[in-house]
């Protein structure tokens, strides 16, 4: 979770270089006054290169990357996108604002989308596949992939909490024909708010670039108060200081994930061997970020009680389980379009529902304290040993 732990004298200094070149804090044009000062193109091109993506557009949220996504594909009414029940609900949100159908599937052993259950609910309205890389381990990409090749559907990865983070060497976010990422202040890399979408082909690019700033192609033979249009949109502009704040914690990334790592198998070894604790599945090939340690007790009545003695003795989980309502399907009867899809929330997941049930996850920062391990032994331990 945790480039806000770094942000500190290199963020400041690329902060500090808009003012000394003009204090132009918008994205577009000024040019007399900005010195050749760009920095969210900077950071639009840098984020590319470390992707190894042709495309990279940076916008105001990791919400705003996935309805910008969305925006290119020109959804018609009735049209499906289909998302794993187990994620942030901003994947939902953003399918029902781009007035398509929300559709969940279970999650399998790695908590992220079950490639059988997605399958099986691909139907002739289905357009777009969204697979969530759920707190930085990777989905099971090559059979997602191979399930929207079979049925000629878009696969799109939310990796927003899979920045940094790789399947059999390719980075995560780049296996579908879009990736969208966030960098809100608890992820791995930060800008306050922000996100990013990457493209592998120009057109994609070109049509989320134009839909993302009230559909302007920043036509560079026009002055941008005449600029040319085929389409509306919205704003979801970076700004300038997010761009900065951006290229700063980029040239950080790949430190913050080792140390994440790091900091992940030390809890993991000081609690393996206690009884009746099960890792989370991992596919074969993986990097992850290692945003949290995710593991499985027997019982849901277990969970909650580990829980309470971390709590008690001044420690934490995360998401699981206390938070899982904003991130399990099944509880979000608020969203009238998903009640429709799927009926009685409750009941629509019952493979998920019962294994987060039994889910215990613990944050991973980089900063962590030498004693923790051992504090976080004994808590599970007194519950569970």
Known sequence: MPGFELIGAEEQAEINDIFARGGVLFRHGFDALRNDCFKVREFEAAFAAYMKVPHALAVTSGTAALRVALAVLDLQPGDEIITQSFTFVATAEAIIEARAVPVCCEVDATLNMDPIDLERRITPRTRAVIAVHMLGTPARLREISAVCSRHNVVLIEDAAWGCGGSLDGRAL????????????????????????????????????????????????????????????GFNYRMTELQGAVGLAQLRKLDDVVRRQRTNRDALWRAIADIPHITGRAVPDGSHETADALVFEVPSAHI????????VANGLST??????????????????????????????????????????????????????LPARMRAAIESVIG
């Open 173 to 232: 976010g780049t296996w579908g024909r879009m990736g969208t990422f966030s960098f809100d202040f608890a992820k791995t890399m930060t800008t306050g708010e922000g996100g990013m979408v990457v493209f592998q082909n120009r057109a994609d690019y070109e049509r989320a670039a134009a839909w993302h700033d009230h559909g302007h192609e920043n036509n560079p033979t026009v002055p941008r108060w005449e600029d040319t249009r085929s389409g509306s």
């Open 303 to 310: 969970a909650r009680d580990v829980r309470a003695k971390l």
């Open 318 to 371: 995360k998401i699981l389980p206390e938070a899982v309502t904003w991130h399990f399907a099944g509880t979000w009867s608020h969203m009238p379009e998903l009640v429709q899809q799927h009926g009685n929330l409750a009941n629509a997941f019952p493979a998920t529902a019962e294994r987060l049930a039994r889910c215990v996850s613990l944050p991973i920062t980089v900063k962590m304290d030498e004693a």
